[in-house]
């Protein structure tokens, strides 16, 4: 177990606190959550902290409609966590939001680790519908 110095305790439990009250997350605060990751390296509360920073800032930046942001919170998030589902269906929302179906289908299903597994197949319909202009009931 890694002590942390007390001004680092008090930041990682201000944000815990704000995710636990159902704030939204800025950026700033991700990159809070990321310098006390780097400053504790392996540690698995602080990893799990940044990944609920991160997709908690990232979604706050989709409702912005600030796509670039969104998708570069997330990936951060999996970087940290590459089965985390929250990262993962937040970046399929963007996608979805985008249009980018190719992009959607392949967040949904990775091929390491299929994390949404069955949700691609749902996504290929709607694809082809678009492409052709036509109903995915065709």
Do not use: C, F, H
């Amino acid at each position: 177990v890694l002590m942390l110095a007390p001004a680092d305790r008090e930041q990682g439990a201000a944000l815990t606190e704000a995710l636990n009250a159902g704030q939204g997350m800025s950026a700033a605060q991700a990159a809070t959550a990321l310098l006390l990751l780097s400053r504790y390296p392996g540690d698995e509360g602080l990893t799990r902290l940044a990944e609920a920073v991160l997709v908690r800032a990232a979604d706050a930046e989709r409702r912005a409609r600030r796509y670039p942001g969104a998708v570069d919170l997330l990936r951060r998030a999996l970087q940290l966590t590459p089965a985390s589902r929250p990262a993962r269906l937040g970046l399929l929302n963007v996608r979805l939001e985008t249009g980018d179906w190719a992009t959607a289908e392949a967040v949904a299903a990775p091929e390491e680790e299929p994390v949404l597994k069955g949700t691609a197949p749902r996504l290929a319909p709607a694809e082809k519908a678009v492409a052709n202009e036509t109903g995915p009931w065709e």
